[in-house]
């Protein structure tokens, strides 16, 4: 009887436990990184951000120290628990349980951010994400994107399905298996799908990683 493997991403990322080590704190691009934080510092001081798919907190921790203010949301409220953990300051950081993918929330924002999500959301549901976040955020919004990019040789995909999302096998502690999307954009694909649905986009391409910025329209 062959091995079930789940489908369920949040229930995978409610249960993993290794959120820097895997998509973010990678010791051969911590320049890149760097580079990215600083760029990121430029973009979001005095923005009011609406955070999608915040997780343990990794980039709301970040955006605290410059931000006027951050709602950083989660679809799993004990990913939000542990992200409470870094005792930001509440002046500035505010927590909300929403699905990124339509994030029902209120509040005035200036910009949106999300880091390392975009990947997960299939191609086909791109548009309608971004006709949620305009909504929500407004017109003229600024969109900051932080994504990882496909390394030759590194980069492991289990599959492709017809509309051209990629999937990955990941497995929590316990053992079991999830199947997960997870899309490797280069810049033309990024700028085919997403350039008519924003304005003033720009593709920053670093080692390992790649960083979008544009308005909302």
């Given at each position: ?17 290794n959120f820097?080590?895997?998509?973010v704190?990678?010791p ?6 760097d580079?990215i934080?600083?760029r ?13 798919a915040?997780?343990d907190g990794?980039?709301?921790d970040?955006l ?5 203010s951050v709602?950083?949301t989660?679809?799993n409220?004990?990913l ?11 002046e500035?950081?505010q927590?909300?349980?929403?699905d ?11 910009a949106?951010f999300a880091?390392?999500?975009?990947s ?6 791109q ?5 949620c976040l ?6 003229g919004?600024?969109?900051?994107l932080?994504?990882n990019?496909?390394?030759e040789?590194?980069t ?6 017809a ?5 990955q ?8 298996r999830?199947?997960?999307v997870?899309n490797?954009?280069?810049?033309s ?9 924003l ?11 790649w960083?979008l ?5």
């Amino acid at each position: 009887m062959s091995e079930t493997v789940k489908t369920d991403m949040a229930e995978y990322y409610a249960r993993r436990d290794n959120f820097d080590e895997e998509d973010v704190e990678n010791p051969d691009a911590m320049d890149a990184l760097d580079e990215i934080m600083e760029r990121l510092r430029e973009l979001m001081t005095g923005q009011r951000v609406l955070e999608l798919a915040c997780g343990d907190g990794y980039w709301t921790d970040e955006l605290a120290e410059y931000a006027e203010s951050v709602l950083a949301t989660d679809i799993n409220p004990n990913l939000l628990e542990l992200a409470k953990t870094r005792e930001l300051p509440e002046e500035v950081v505010q927590f909300a349980v929403a699905d990124a993918r339509d994030p029902q929330v209120d509040g005035s924002f200036t910009a949106c951010f999300a880091g390392f999500w975009w990947s997960h959301v299939r191609r086909q549901d791109q548009a309608d994400v971004i006709a949620c976040l305009t909504k929500v955020v407004g017109k003229g919004g600024l969109l900051v994107l932080v994504d990882n990019s496909f390394i030759e040789g590194e980069t492991v995909i289990a599959r492709t399905d017809a509309e051209g999302n990629t999937y990955q096998i990941h497995t929590v502690p316990g053992g079991e298996r999830y199947e997960i999307v997870k899309n490797y954009h280069t810049d033309s694909t990024l700028r085919k799908r997403l350039g008519p649905l924003l304005r003033d986009m720009r593709v920053h391409r670093y080692d390992h990683y790649w960083m979008l910025t544009a308005r909302l329209k």
